[in-house]
């Protein structure tokens, strides 16, 4: 029995150095763990904010006639920045005809088209430098839209191309962006269109129907177009039942198609006398929210247009009724920087 307690003491005794190593080794992790946050936790990599398809909103209301848009540019991590680091964009169209093949496939009609050069400038070249002290930077351009024919959707494909520290992001799109144009005005939007009948008889109006939305894409300050009746968004021939309506300052539409095929006839008064093909516009703050604005635009439509799409068999449609356009501006935001806060 005292020969075993002996055995124990000198097993003790022995691991004391073990221990006191151990227990070294464990404060000192200990007081590095506690600093941890002070090192950077991941890797530092330069991306696009918005990477990947992303719908680009261009208020159209400025001075100039131009849209003067910022992109930006960050440096990931968990640390600030704390070099200058340059950063060169560039155009990046093969990316677009893959992203066009592999969410349309066959339907080329429905692809997104390159924006031409001709319709943006990048005023202080494609080079951005993400200044020490800052973890983003931004890349200026600034866009000439006016004549955009939006029957077609346009995209920007931008990549970063290189940089002077770090690497762009080995993530999936993270150092691509395709930028859908969307130019808006006043009147431009996604509108409920529930309550526009489309019919068969004017006056007997059987079996009415209608579409849920009706999307108004803009043309200038004061024009948006929009297809007649029941053409879809994505039909083939779409462009030739697209309708133009100016609103004008007497609050009268005036309604106009660039195809004469469909043999378009707005109707300004209806059976009773009352003016119709006219827009109204209600504004209201919110109650839960008094800096938002709740601009509600309504336009009261009523024409006749002939369906072509069988040209031996073509269908005369009257619509009738009205679309509804509701937005939240925010008063606390010009208005030239309102492009984000729409509901679209």
Not at 124 to 151: C, E, Q, S, W, Y
Not at 188 to 200: E, Q, R, T
């Amino acid at each position: 029995m005292k020969s075993n307690i002996n055995k124990l003491g000198k097993l003790i005794i022995m691991m004391i150095p073990l221990i006191m190593i151990i227990m070294f080794q464990i404060s000192c992790t200990g007081e590095w763990r506690e600093n941890e946050w002070e090192d950077e936790q991941y890797e530092k990599y330069i991306s696009f904010v918005r990477s990947g398809y992303n719908d680009t909103y261009l208020n159209t209301n400025t001075a100039d006639g131009m849209v003067h848009y910022k992109i930006p540019i960050v440096v990931s991590g968990s640390t600030n920045n704390n070099r200058d680091i340059t950063v060169t964009v560039a155009l990046d169209p093969d990316t677009l005809v893959d992203y066009n093949k592999a969410t349309f496939f066959t339907r080329t009609d429905l692809y997104y088209r390159q924006l031409a050069e001709r319709h943006f400038t990048f005023p202080k070249g494609m080079n951005v430098v993400i200044p020490a002290g800052k973890n983003t930077g931004t890349l200026d351009v600034d866009f000439r839209i006016g004549d955009l024919d939006l029957v077609e959707k346009y995209i920007m494909p931008l990549k970063i191309s290189s940089t002077s520290d770090y690497i762009p992001s080995p993530r999936k799109d993270y150092k691509k962006t395709l930028m859908r144009v969307v130019p808006f005005n006043y009147f431009s939007g996604n509108y409920s269109a529930g309550a526009a009948i489309i019919i068969l008889d004017s006056v007997r109006r059987d079996n009415p129907t209608t579409v849920a939305t009706r999307e108004m894409r803009y043309v200038n300050d004061s024009t948006i177009f929009f297809y007649a009746g029941l053409c879809e968004e994505t039909a083939r021939d779409r462009a030739t039942y697209k309708i133009r309506a100016r609103f004008n300052a007497d609050n009268t539409v005036t309604l106009t198609a660039d195809s004469a095929s469909i043999q378009l006839n707005p109707i300004l008064k209806d059976a009773s006398g009352k003016e119709r093909c006219v827009w109204t516009i209600k504004e209201e703050m919110d109650v839960l929210q008094p800096f938002l604005m709740i601009r509600t635009l309504t336009m009261d439509i009523y024409y006749s247009y002939m369906d072509v799409t069988n040209p031996s068999f073509k269908i005369k449609y009257f619509v009738d009724g009205s679309y509804t356009l509701e937005r939240r501006r925010n008063t606390q935001i010009p208005e030239e920087d309102q492009q984000e806060i729409f509901d679209w």
